[in-house]
C-alpha cells in the first residue's frame, strides 16, 4: 500500500518561505505524476501545483506560479514545494498525492490516493 508523509510545514510570518516534502513509499514513484494540494478550514481542496514525470511543471494559478515552485527527486521519492512571499490566505493543510489530470491549470487527484496527514503552514500577518 502506498504511504505517504508530508513535512516542512509550520507558522511563518508574511513574506517568509517554507519549503514542503512529500515522500512515498510502497509504489513507484518515477513513473507518478505529482501534484500538490491545499485545504483551508470551510474551504474545498484546491490544487495548487502538479509536474509530469518528465518533469515538466504546470501550476496551477497565475496568482502562485511566481511564488510557488514545484520540483522532484525520482531517486529520493520525494516532490517538494517552495513557498515564498506567503501570504495569509496561503495558510492551509497541505497534501501530496498522484494525480490522474495535470494541465492547464487542471489538477485533479487520483480517486484510489492514501492520503497523508498532510503538514499544516500558517502565515501570520
Known amino acids: 500500500q502506498v504511504q505517504v508523509v508530508e513535512s516542512g510545514g509550520g507558522l511563518v510570518q508574511a513574506g517568509g518561505s517554507l519549503r514542503l516534502s512529500c515522500t512515498v513509499s510502497?509504489?513507484?514513484?518515477?513513473?507518478?505524476?505529482m501534484g500538490w494540494f491545499r485545504q483551508a478550514p470551510g474551504k474545498e481542496r484546491e490544487g495548487v501545483s502538479c509536474?509530469?514525470?518528465?518533469?515538466?511543471?504546470?501550476s496551477y494559478s497565475d496568482s502562485l506560479k511566481d511564488r510557488f515552485t514545484i520540483s522532484r527527486d525520482n531517486a529520493k521519492n520525494t516532490v517538494y514545494l517552495q513557498m515564498n512571499s506567503l501570504k495569509p490566505e496561503d495558510s492551509a493543510m497541505y497534501h501530496c498525492a498522484t494525480t490522474t489530470l495535470c494541465s492547464r491549470g487542471i489538477i485533479v487527484p487520483a480517486p484510489s490516493w492514501n492520503w497523508g496527514q498532510g503538514t499544516q503552514v500558517t502565515v501570520s500577518s
Open positions: 509536474i509530469l514525470v518528465s518533469g515538466i511543471v504546470e
Open positions: 510502497g509504489s513507484t514513484f518515477y513513473d507518478r505524476v
